[in-house]
């Protein structure tokens, strides 16, 4: 049973648009219907059912994707949940992601799924700070960046989780908020649903907006690089922006 999964696909299937672009970068996906959804290219998984026809679909049928074990599928599926996806009017914006965090990690124990470019700052100040990662190459145990298995045992009694929001992607999501109910926790990333309800979940929620579509699906199908955080200064007019909301 996945709740934050079936949660989302539900929520997409009750506001069914009509698709106009599917962009599958290497390392974004877009999906443009009411407004241009954007998730991690999750480049495990072989060719994505109806690939050529994927505008045929609605939102609703493409957000059934992200029950995909085949990952480029449910990258897919996320982008479509995300694109017919309306964030509270009192999102904040023009954050800094980077400093997300900060003001609550002095002296807690922090985990880190997935590692992000602000992990120094974090490691710093925090009294424990340990980075999860699935990436073979990142992994180094001296330096904190433990593998993704470790979670079992690492996250209890952590007073700080921040998550990527690519474990939606890769289903292990419910299990880590499980293993971190007790902790403060922030979902992150250029995937991350901006919806109300999921503060069920996370105490702070922080994503992207995309003002401008087509620029970002351009610059997506071009190779866009992917490092997040850093993506809305490579728009000059605010194309696109990170946005925060929190309990």
């Known amino acids: 049973m996945q709740k934050i999964v079936d949660f989302l696909i539900s929520y997409a299937k009750e506001r069914d648009y009509k698709v106009e672009n599917v962009t599958v970068g290497i390392n974004w996906t877009c999906v443009l219907s009411k407004h241009c959804g954007m998730a991690m290219t999750y480049k495990i998984g072989k060719e994505i059912k109806n690939a050529g026809r994927l505008e045929e679909l609605t939102t609703g049928q493409l957000a059934e994707y992200l029950k995909s074990w085949n990952l480029l599928e449910a990258s897919v599926g996320l982008a479509a949940i995300n694109s017919v996806t309306d964030p509270p009017v009192n999102a904040k914006s023009g954050i800094n992601p980077l ?22 700052k974090l490691k710093k100040i925090a009294r424990e700070f340990f980075v999860l990662e699935l990436d073979p190459n990142l992994i ?85 690089f992917p490092e997040g955080f850093k993506m809305a200064y490579k728009f000059s007019n605010k194309e696109l922006e990170f946005i925060m909301i929190e309990r």
Request: neutral net charge; aromatic residues 4%.
């Open 99 to 120: 400093d997300v965090g900060l003001e609550n990690a002095k002296g807690k124990k922090v985990i880190m799924i997935g590692k992000f470019s602000h992990a120094e």
């Open 140 to 224: 180094n145990p001296e330096e904190g960046i433990l593998p993704a298995t470790a979670s079992e045992s690492v996250i209890e009694g952590a007073d700080m989780l921040i998550i990527t929001a690519s474990a939606i992607i890769n289903k292990s999501i419910d299990r880590l908020v499980e293993l971190g109910r007790k902790a403060y926790k922030i979902l992150l990333g250029v995937s991350t649903p901006m919806i109300k309800d999921l503060l069920e979940y996370f105490d702070v929620l922080v994503g992207v907006r995309v003002n401008n579509p087509y620029p970002v699906i351009k610059a997506v199908s071009q190779g866009l």
